[in-house]
């Protein structure tokens, strides 16, 4: 079975890994009474579109103090001051589409921009382990939410580079990159269970200033121009050869 482009089906298939539930923001699928029990219980949540890519129509939405609502949509914000108005607002933003609601993740940040990890982790084939064969940092663009690099006009930096430019320097840098990898083999084994046929996946994955790993989300189907975008091509070539098989 291949990966239906659903945020939703894989988190829950992740949810059911005792080993990958700490490192899963809780999520649940949006309705009124799921999203009023998220915001009380967060303050702030993120709602996506379950079949979105590349972060269209991710709004984040944060409870500012008795029913007032800021609405943070693209780089563009809102006040809106009654829970039906705010309600009413999603509603006109989802369209047709089914959304999921989920926790916060506290991204570290450069220069008051958040950032997240881009993971690959391939096989040759389907007999081989799986790997993580590139990793990049992508940095959202300036009042953007989203750190994607087409929509928030943001920057793709090195690994290294993201890590002494944020307060993840003062980490053990190598113990944090191993756990990141860790984490997405992990993730890579249990979505294996569901789809024993898929040889890719590419993982947004949080890290809090002090250190702790969160995967925002994971895609069957990665964009690669991540890695084009670096002048080493290395880590480019070693997904195109993995493709291959």
């Given amino acids: 079975m291949k990966p239906e482009r659903n945020k939703w089906e894989r988190y829950k298939f992740m949810k059911t890994s005792e080993w990958l539930a700490p490192y899963l923001p809780e999520t649940r699928k949006l309705n009124k009474n799921n999203f009023w029990a998220m915001i009380n219980k967060f303050g702030t949540v993120y709602l996506k579109p379950i079949r979105g890519r590349r972060g269209e ?29 705010a309600y009413s607002y999603i509603q006109k933003k989802m369209k047709s589409r089914s959304y999921i609601v989920q926790q916060p993740v506290r991204l570290t940040e450069i220069n008051g921009r958040p950032i997240d990890f881009r993971v690959i982790v391939q096989r040759r084939n389907l007999d081989e382990p799986w790997t993580v064969t590139a990793k990049v940092v992508k940095v959202a663009g300036k009042g ?31 113990e944090l990159l ?10 890579s084994q249990e979505l294996t269970r569901h789809y024993p046929y898929h040889r890719i996946y590419g993982y947004d994955i949080g890290v809090e200033p002090d250190g702790k790993i969160m995967i925002i989300e994971a895609n069957s189907d990665p964009m690669f121009f991540h890695f084009r975008q670096l002048k080493d091509k290395t880590m480019y070539r070693r997904i195109m050869e993995y493709k291959r098989g």
């Fill in 57 to 85: 129509g991710i709004i984040k939405i944060s409870l500012k103090e008795d029913n007032v609502f800021e609405m943070h949509h693209e780089n563009k914000r809102k006040t809106i001051r009654s829970e039906k108005e």
């Fill in 144 to 174: 953007y939410i989203v750190t994607n690099h087409a929509r928030s006009k943001g920057t793709i930096l090195t690994v290294e580079e993201a890590i002494q430019k944020s307060p993840l320097k003062k980490l053990c840098q190598e």
């Fill in 178 to 187: 191993f756990n990141i990898d860790r984490i997405a083999l992990l993730a």
